[in-house]
């Protein structure tokens, strides 16, 4: 005969479910003590070891680091290097005129690293009543103001650039504006390569290909000149050698398509 199992008092029962309840509880509440104790503490850390004592900033070529320190540490909590990590990481800054993107990230508890990738420059305007080198976009708008100067890019000549302010159009009359932004961009189109473009006293347009000035007049039919510039300077490489010269492209139409290169004296 099986033995019948006996069922434990019901009181007994009772007790030992709340001391089951009373040990997840007591458990449960020493895990959450424990959380929000090393949150304090490591809060706590945070503020009292971890405060800006140096930044370094890379990847500017012409931006002075501190105004760059000013764009991105801009509020009264960028005092502290994690909290620069973190806003900087789910919140970047928008809208700084010269930098394309940029990282905050932290070399020590005291020491930042800001690295930034700058945007791309179209050319140069010269300011020679201050003496400093205005440099702007493929908008024409201002990205960095400096007396650094970058070989290798189109300068603008024959323009009195008034005060600029970065973020702002480059400081020269507006047909000047539109006129520079029309021609750079067709340039691009046809991948004809310029050092400088001159703004002439009649209003007309002239610019260098290597050795090459080439006489572009107005920007009326800017697109069939370009195109028609492209078109020749295989042949002048190939026939002359590169030599230089001004090619004249000034009275270029639909009948007329013929354009006069006169070699240098």
């Given at each position: 005969?099986?033995?019948?199992?006996?069922?434990?008092?019901?009181?007994?029962?009772?007790?030992?479910?709340?001391?089951?309840?009373?040990?997840?509880?007591?458990?449960?509440?020493?895990i959450?003590?424990?959380?929000?104790?090393?949150?304090?503490?490591?809060?706590?850390?945070?503020?009292?070891?971890?405060?800006?004592?140096?930044?370094?900033?890379?990847?500017?070529?012409?931006?002075?680091?501190?105004?760059?320190?000013?764009?991105?540490?801009?509020?009264?909590?960028?005092?502290?290097?994690?909290?620069?990590?973190?806003?900087?990481?789910?919140k970047?800054?928008?809208?700084?005129?010269f930098?394309?993107?940029?990282?905050?990230?932290?070399?020590?508890?005291?020491?930042?690293?800001?690295?930034?990738?700058?945007?791309?420059?179209?050319?140069?305007?010269?300011?020679?009543?201050?003496?400093?080198?205005?440099?702007?976009?493929?908008?024409?708008?201002?990205?960095?103001?400096?007396?650094?100067?970058?070989?290798?890019?189109?300068?603008?000549?024959?323009?009195?650039?008034?005060?600029?302010?970065?973020?702002k159009?480059i400081?020269?009359?507006?047909?000047?504006?539109?006129?520079?932004?029309?021609?750079?961009?067709?340039?691009?189109?046809?991948?004809?390569?310029?050092?400088?473009?001159?703004?002439?006293?009649?209003?007309?347009?002239?610019?260098?290909?290597?050795?090459?000035?080439?006489?572009?007049?107005?920007?009326?039919?800017?697109?069939?000149?370009?195109?028609?510039?492209?078109?020749?300077?295989?042949?002048?490489?190939?026939?002359?050698?590169s030599?230089?010269?001004?090619?004249?492209?000034?009275?270029l139409?639909?009948?007329?398509?013929?354009?006069?290169?006169?070699?240098?004296?």
């Amino acid at each position: 005969m099986r033995n019948k199992k006996t069922r434990e008092p019901e009181e007994v029962s009772r007790v030992k479910r709340v001391k089951r309840e009373s040990k997840v509880k007591y458990y449960f509440f020493n895990i959450i003590l424990g959380i929000v104790i090393f949150t304090l503490m490591a809060a706590m850390f945070i503020v009292f070891f971890c405060q800006v004592q140096k930044v370094t900033v890379e990847g500017s070529v012409v931006n002075d680091p501190a105004i760059i320190q000013a764009y991105i540490l801009d509020d009264e909590y960028s005092k502290n290097a994690v909290y620069d990590v973190v806003k900087n990481f789910f919140k970047p800054k928008k809208g700084i005129p010269f930098v394309e993107k940029y990282t905050v990230t932290m070399k020590s508890l005291n020491h930042l690293l800001i690295t930034v990738t700058e945007k791309p420059r179209s050319g140069i305007l010269v300011d020679e009543a201050a003496g400093q080198y205005i440099y702007f976009d493929d908008e024409g708008v201002v990205t960095e103001i400096s007396n650094i100067y970058l070989s290798d890019l189109l300068v603008v000549t024959g323009v009195t650039p008034k005060s600029a302010t970065i973020g702002k159009y480059i400081p020269i009359k507006k047909v000047q504006r539109r006129s520079l932004l029309a021609l750079i961009k067709m340039l691009k189109k046809y991948d004809v390569s310029v050092s400088s473009i001159n703004f002439d006293e009649d209003g007309t347009l002239s610019f260098v290909h290597e050795t090459m000035t080439v006489s572009l007049g107005t920007i009326s039919r800017l697109e069939d000149k370009i195109h028609r510039l492209s078109q020749i300077i295989p042949k002048w490489e190939e026939q002359t050698g590169s030599a230089p010269g001004t090619l004249y492209l000034d009275d270029l139409t639909e009948e007329n398509t013929d354009a006069v290169f006169k070699r240098a004296q």
